[in-house]
């Protein structure tokens, strides 16, 4: 009889999706619109697939996919960085809402103006899927 493995052994899903990234290639804002633009799904991971399907009808903000997806906002900003590499969704940024500054500083994000103003866009967006 096998035993169970050892949990310590098992990789972290969210470790073997992201292939092991941990950071996007690409700047996205949370109130960034993504769209499908190749809907194959054929060979994709769970999480790609998922994103393809989810975007193939109307554009979603990556703030809104990251929830859709259970997962939280660098995960699915990874996703989205692997997706823009192959050219199966693009993006596009709101007039409201400039794209993000690529940073490696999470200091950044604690920005005392900026994170009101994307506290109150991230409001704004969750209001209006009431």
């Given at each position: 009889?096998?035993?169970?493995?050892?949990?310590?052994?098992?990789?972290?899903?969210?470790?073997?999706?992201?292939a092991?990234?941990?950071s996007?290639?690409?700047?996205?804002?949370?109130?960034?619109?993504?769209?499908?633009?190749?809907?194959?799904?054929?060979?994709?991971?769970?999480?790609?697939?998922?994103?393809?399907?989810?975007?193939?009808?109307?554009?979603?903000?990556?703030?809104?996919?990251?929830?859709?997806?259970?997962?939280?906002?660098?995960?699915?900003?990874?996703?989205?960085?692997?997706?823009?590499?192959?050219?199966?969704?693009?993006v596009?940024?709101?007039?409201?809402?400039?794209?993000?500054?690529?940073?490696?500083?999470?200091?950044?994000f604690?920005?005392?103006?900026?994170?009101?103003?994307?506290?109150?866009?991230?409001?704004?967006g969750?209001?209006?899927?009431?």
């Amino acid at each position: 009889m096998s035993q169970a493995p050892d949990p310590r052994d098992v990789p972290d899903r969210s470790f073997v999706a992201l292939a092991g990234r941990t950071s996007s290639d690409h700047a996205l804002d949370p109130s960034s619109l993504i769209r499908t633009v190749r809907g194959d799904v054929a060979g994709l991971q769970i999480e790609d697939a998922q994103i393809i399907k989810l975007c193939r009808d109307q554009a979603l903000a990556v703030v809104e996919i990251a929830a859709l997806l259970r997962r939280p906002l660098g995960f699915a900003t990874v996703v989205l960085s692997r997706l823009i590499d192959q050219h199966r969704v693009s993006v596009h940024h709101s007039p409201a809402s400039p794209p993000a500054q690529s940073s490696t500083a999470s200091d950044d994000f604690f920005d005392s103006s900026q994170g009101q103003e994307l506290l109150e866009r991230v409001l704004g967006g969750l209001q209006r899927l009431r």
